[in-house]
C-alpha cells in the first residue's frame, strides 16, 4: 500500500557544500515504493510541498567552527525551522543531526569523539522509545545494527535537560551490546548516557548519529535494519494524510 491510499509520499533531501550521503539517502528513500525523494538545495526558501525532510551526513561547509555551524544560516534553514514548528516530521542524520543542534531544533550538542578519533564502524543501538513518528515499526528493546562515520558523535546536554529528557522519552537511542545490554565503552564515541539518538519535546524533530541510509538494502553487509526509520516516518506520512 501506498503511504496514504495511492499518494506517494515527497521526502525533501537537502544538499549542502560538503553533504556526502545526500545520494546514499535518496537511494535509500526510492527503495520504498510510496516514496519519492525531492531534492531541497541549502539556498531555497520553498520546501515544494514535501511532507517530510531529511538531512543527510557529510561535512557541510567543510565542518569549518563547529560542525553544522555555518549550514545552520543558510537560507533553507528558516523554511525548516518554520515546517517543524508547523507539526512537519524531520530528521537529521550524522551532521543533519549536528545542524539541528546547532539551529536548536533539538537540544544538545554534538562534540569531539572521546580519543580524538573518526570512527567508521556498525554500532548496535536500542530503541528506548518505539513510540515516535521515526520508531513506531520497532518494539520498545530492539536492538538494530547501523554503520556510524564521524569525527564529532559525542552528544552532550546539561544535566537539567537531560533529566526532563529521560523523563519525556525523548532518549530514543543508545549504544549497547548485541544482545541489548548496555556498557560504558558501548559508545563509539563516548556520549553521554549512550545516546545515540534523540528527538524534541514536540517528537517531530529527530537526530541520529547512525546512518541508516546505509542499512536499507539486503545486499549490503550491514543488513536492512536502518528500514525501520525510514518505513515509521512513511507510516506517520500516510496517517497525517490520511486526518487531513
Given at each position: ?85 508547523a507539526g512537519g516530521l524531520i530528521m537529521g ?48 528493546g530492539d536492538v538494530l545494527r547501523v554503520v ?97
Amino acid at each position: 500500500m501506498s503511504a496514504s491510499g495511492g499518494h506517494t509520499a515527497r521526502i525533501g533531501v537537502v544538499v549542502f557544500p560538503g553533504i556526502n550521503t545526500d545520494h546514499d539517502t535518496a537511494r535509500a528513500i526510492s527503495t520504498f515504493a510510496d516514496a519519492e525523494p525531492v531534492w531541497l538545495w541549502h539556498k531555497d526558501t520553498d520546501l515544494r510541498g514535501v511532507e517530510a525532510i531529511v538531512i543527510p551526513g557529510g561535512f557541510s561547509y567543510g565542518d569549518y567552527l563547529r560542525c553544522g555551524a555555518i549550514a545552520r544560516f543558510s537560507p533553507i534553514m528558516g523554511a525548516i525551522a518554520d515546517f517543524a514548528a508547523a507539526g512537519g516530521l524531520i530528521m537529521g542524520i550524522c551532521n543533519g543531526f549536528q545542524i539541528l543542534t546547532e539551529a536548536h531544533l533539538l537540544p544538545g550538542a554534538l562534540i569531539r569523539n572521546i580519543g580524538l578519533k573518526f570512527v567508521c564502524r556498525y554500532v548496535d543501538l536500542r530503541v528506548e522509545n518505539a513510540g515516535t513518528p521515526f520508531t513506531q515499526t520497532a518494539e520498545p528493546g530492539d536492538v538494530l545494527r547501523v554503520v556510524v562515520k564521524h569525527n564529532e558523535g559525542n552528544y552532550r546536554v546539561d544535566p537539567e535537560t537531560l533529566a526532563a529528557m529521560r523523563a519525556n522519552g525523548q532518549v530514543v537511542l543508545r549504544y549497547c551490546e548485541p544482545d541489548g545490554t548496555e556498557r560504558d565503552d558501548c559508545s563509539p564515541n563516548g556520549a553521554l548516557d549512550g545516546i545515540a539518538g534523540v528527538c524534541n519535546a514536540d517528537f517531530n524533530v529527530f537526530g541520529l548519529m547512525p546512518h541508516p541510509e546505509n542499512s536499507v538494502e539486503p545486499g549490503l553487509a550491514g543488513g536492512t535494519d536502518g528500514r525501520v526509520f525510514f518505513q515509521s516516518i512513511l507510516n506517520e506520512v500516510r496517517d497525517m494524510a490520511a486526518a487531513r
